[in-house]
């Protein structure tokens, strides 16, 4: 066994969202972490990269929208301890055909968990955001607590304050190998390190760790184009203008969500994504597309054409980023089955960002040995 000294508490593998969350509440519990991340940080290879993020209590299950609770404060409490703006509220959106099941489930959960939201005929949303054009029969309902969390400046603000708590953040480590056992043994590129908890937290390259120790999980990793669109007169959609976050909820005959932020990260640019992409392995996500079945930005065109007519039906720029998927999109939050202190967080399915400082909280405790 490895002396003392040389033993954590519990080693991370993974600086995306989750990773960093996780090694924060247990660098704030006193634990001796290390966080080992395979690319020089910061990096725009897996999925928690990039300006932006919504968030929103706006869920059809409500244990999510019961998570977002405990999520806000966490968000705020961050913010407050990194002194820098991570969370801008913008309100959310949802747009939808009156009667689309998915829109009035929402609702419901809104309703019953005690959410502000309000519901807004095609005529009241016309008056307040005459930029949004709605097809006959489509409504809209707002979250009010909905908005927008700045991801970069979140993870860079992890990344500190796991260092300022004792943690050790390590990148520049890929892990080539773990040991399981204990304590869990792990080489990477540039060392060999022991702790009493191992928790994986590795996005699209997850199953290439699983695989050796015996398991593979049903993960489907997708390239998500995000698209930037440009504003015919700029600032139109933007936050100065109360523009709010949306999310489309069938408006288009493609059968996933369409989802769009006010500009303001990139001046005169929308961001208005399609929540689907095509099939790749991470290693090969900047290769030209060997084949594209998903249609995703002639789907966004049309969209733009229709429903926001201010916004050039052209995007001005595009910029890939990762889903790791699961069949139900919902998340893997384990143990491994024979490994009792190898913890798994995975499958986060395009919308795990505002939810990572619960899921970091359930990793770095609930699953694991760390806290006993
Ligand atoms: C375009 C896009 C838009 C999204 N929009 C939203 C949104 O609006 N709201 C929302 O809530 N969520 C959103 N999401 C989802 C959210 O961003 C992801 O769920 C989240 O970032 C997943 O984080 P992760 O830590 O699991 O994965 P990652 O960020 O991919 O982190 C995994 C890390 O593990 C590292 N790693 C892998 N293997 C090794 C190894 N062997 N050794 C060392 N390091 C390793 C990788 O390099 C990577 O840094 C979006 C995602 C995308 C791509």
């Not at 993960?219 to 007169?233: A, P």
């Amino acid at each position: 066994m490895a002396a003392q000294k040389d033993l954590y508490d519990a080693i991370v593998i993974g600086a995306g969202i989750q990773g960093c969350f996780t090694a924060y509440h247990l660098a704030k519990h006193r634990k001796r972490v290390i966080l080992l991340e395979q690319f020089f940080l910061p990096h725009s290879r897996g999925s928690s990269h990039g300006q932006s993020r919504i968030i929103r209590r706006a869920y059809p299950e409500d244990f999510y929208t019961q998570m977002m609770d405990e999520c806000y404060q966490i968000w705020a409490q961050l913010e407050h301890e990194a002194g820098t703006q991570l969370h801008r509220q913008t309100g959310l959106l949802l747009l939808g055909m009156k009667e689309n099941s998915e829109l009035k489930t929402i609702q419901a959960t809104l309703s019953r968990q005690g959410v502000e939201h309000q519901c807004l005929s095609a005529e009241e949303l016309k008056q307040r955001f005459p930029n949004v054009l709605l097809a006959r029969g489509e409504v809209g309902v707002l979250d009010k607590s909905g908005g927008v969390l700045y991801a970069d400046k979140a993870l860079r603000a992890l990344q500190d304050a796991i260092r300022h708590l004792g943690g050790l953040v390590c990148d520049g480590e890929k892990v080539m190998e773990i040991k399981p056992g204990f304590p869990v043994t792990v080489k990477s590129t540039a060392g060999s390190y022991q702790a009493k908890s191992l928790v994986i937290t590795a996005g699209p390259w997850t199953n290439q760790l699983l695989r050796p120790l015996g398991i593979e999980l049903p993960l489907q990793t997708l390239r998500i184009n995000v698209c930037y669109w440009r504003e015919k007169v700029p600032g139109s959609y933007g936050v100065s203008q109360a523009f709010p976050c949306f999310l489309g909820l069938g408006l288009s005959p493609a059968p996933h969500h369409i989802y769009g932020l006010p500009s303001g990260e990139y001046p005169g640019l929308m961001k208005v994504c399609y929540h689907h992409g095509n099939n790749v392995d991470p290693e090969e996500r900047d290769c030209p597309e060997a084949f594209s079945d998903i249609q995703d930005v002639q789907i966004l065109g049309r969209f733009v054409r229709d429903h926001l007519p201010d916004l050039e039906p052209t995007p001005a720029l595009l910029e890939p980023c990762l889903y790791t998927n699961t069949p139900d999109e919902h998340f893997i939050l384990d143990r491994h089955p024979k490994y009792d202190n190898v913890v798994i967080g995975a499958g986060f399915s395009g919308h795990g960002f505002k939810l990572s400082p619960v899921v970091g909280k359930i990793l770095s405790t609930r699953y694991s040995t760390i806290t006993e």
